[in-house]
């Protein structure tokens, strides 16, 4: 994410290949592109992930996906013999394992050892979330940033945090932000904590507690957020208590962090305003003597899983893409 925390590119000539390929798996869906050595797609794919058909079921599915994508590019008469792929959970990138991902049921799964044998690449694993923030950290809202926090907001939370200009890892297990207990008597969470972040502040937290106090429903956060600025009572008390959980849990990481820059993304972010400003307010209550953060959205929306795959696949061949410059949707 920094010059101190990128690995140094080969002396060797420049890689030989025309494009890279990035692959970025949700629980819902996997999206792919295949990205140029300016991390422009060339090309890109999206499918449903088959997570109901059992954990083996999701891996074929990703070999499928990373084969599709380099038939792909070698229509285009593209050579392509890396590829980053990233996944939510814990995920130990040194050593290209999955510790654990539990909506994909997958646990201590050696996956780009497995992917490079099944399809013949050179695949780097990487955590969506941390892929993510290396992208708005190198391109997007955060460049420049030697302190930086990247939370995602979506059907879960999770944070990537850069300290010093060093990204933090910790074999894994680091930016849980999710499952800081924001409220004790709260509902119990999937971790088998009480009161944890996602269970408050998460777009599926914000449509559950929506549906449980109003007889008809809604599909999605947005709704919600919609429905909050139009005035509607209950959106609004659903909506004030995920931005007061989210400013809490957010003011623990600013008193151990003290990042100069926070970036929301998500699904939840996409409401720009609704909950950056009241998020501001919340968290300047809560701090003292901390240095206060600014608090901006991500420039990079739902491209940064792949751009960042994309930089990891690229770094893995040689090429440096720090001065890469990606047009961004606010920046």
């Known amino acids: 994410m920094s010059p101190e925390d990128r690995p140094p590119p080969r002396q060797a000539a420049a890689p030989q290949q025309d494009c890279v390929l990035a692959l ?5 869906g996997m999206k792919g592109a295949v990205l140029d050595r300016a991390l422009a797609p060339v090309e890109s794919m999206w499918i449903p992930t088959p997570r109901s058909q059992g954990p083996s079921a999701v891996v074929d599915a990703v070999t499928d996906s990373l084969l599709e994508l380099r ?26 394992r999955v510790l654990w991902a539990a909506n994909l049921g997958w646990r201590d ?8 044998r099944h399809t013949g690449l050179r695949v780097t694993l990487g955590h969506d979330v941390r892929a993510g923030g290396t992208a708005e950290c190198l391109h997007g809202a955060a460049r420049g940033v030697r302190n930086a926090l990247f939370a995602a907001i979506g059907t879960g939370v999770a944070a990537a945090l850069v300290c010093d200009g060093v990204a933090v890892t910790s074999d894994g ?22 009161g944890c972040l996602e269970t408050v502040s998460s777009a599926s937290a914000v449509v559950t507690g929506y549906n449980a106090a109003v007889d008809r429903g ?114």
């Open 71 to 96: 038939r792909k590019a070698h229509a285009r008469g593209l050579r392509a013999d890396h590829a980053g792929v990233v996944v939510p959970g814990i995920v130990d990138e040194s050593r290209g």
């Open 109 to 116: 799964l050696p996956l780009a050892a497995e992917l490079g």
């Open 173 to 194: 297990y680091a930016g849980e932000l999710g499952h800081l207990v924001v409220d004790p008597q709260g509902r119990p969470c999937p971790c088998g904590g009480t």
């Open 24 to 28: 970025d798996i949700g629980g819902t």
């Open 218 to 331: 809604v599909a999605g956060a947005a709704e919600v957020a919609a429905l909050a600025r139009g005035g509607d009572p209950v959106a609004r008390a659903v909506w004030e208590r995920a931005v007061e959980g989210l400013a809490k849990a957010l003011a623990s990481a600013v008193t151990l962090l003290a990042p100069e820059k926070i970036v929301l993304g998500g699904g939840l972010a996409e409401a720009g305003p609704l909950l950056l400003d009241p998020v501001r307010v919340a968290l300047a209550d809560r701090l003292a003597f901390q240095r206060r953060p600014t608090i901006v959205q991500a420039a990079l929306g739902d491209r940064a899983g792949n751009i960042g795959a994309g930089i990891a696949a690229w770094r893995t061949a040689g090429l440096d893409t720090t001065d890469v410059r990606i047009p961004a949707r606010v920046l």
